[in-house]
């Protein structure tokens, strides 16, 4: 079993700056893609940025320029960095892996529990 364990979230003005961090955990023989998503009441959960084993970044054309997506592989970490944070990102973020376990043949996707950021005006 694997386990995503986040944090970083909270209150923020506008204009300001946040980092998210997620702990991936569990007997981990490699993680390949992680992301992170988000989800605004009423609206569809949608991919704000991913990162590849290989450290191929992909951003949300909402997000460019203004976060950044990183990864420690030593530590089987992932962190959002947002920076010019704006209330129309306002949303439950939750961190995504694609993860082996040891004796297991193939990955799995797994998610975190979500964790609220909130952008006031």
């Known amino acids: 079993q694997v386990q995503l364990l986040e944090s970083g979230g909270g209150l923020v003005q506008a204009g300001g700056s946040l980092r998210l961090s997620c702990a991936a955990s569990?007997?981990?023989?490699?993680?390949?893609?992680m992301g992170w998503y988000r989800q605004a009441p009423g609206k569809q959960r949608e991919l704000v940025a991913s990162?590849?084993?290989?450290?191929?970044?992909n951003y949300a054309d909402s997000v460019k320029g203004r976060f950044t997506i990183s990864r420690d592989n030593a530590k089987n970490m992932v962190y959002l960095q947002m920076n010019s944070l704006k209330p129309e990102d306002t949303a439950v973020y939750y961190c995504?892996?694609?993860?082996?376990?040891?004796?297991?043949?193939?990955?799995?996707?797994?998610w975190g529990q979500g964790t609220q950021v909130t952008v006031s005006s």
């Open positions: 569990g007997r981990i023989f490699s993680i390949n893609d």
């Open positions: 995504n892996a694609d993860v082996r376990l040891y004796r297991y043949t193939t990955s799995k996707n797994y």
């Open positions: 990162i590849s084993s290989g450290e191929r970044t």
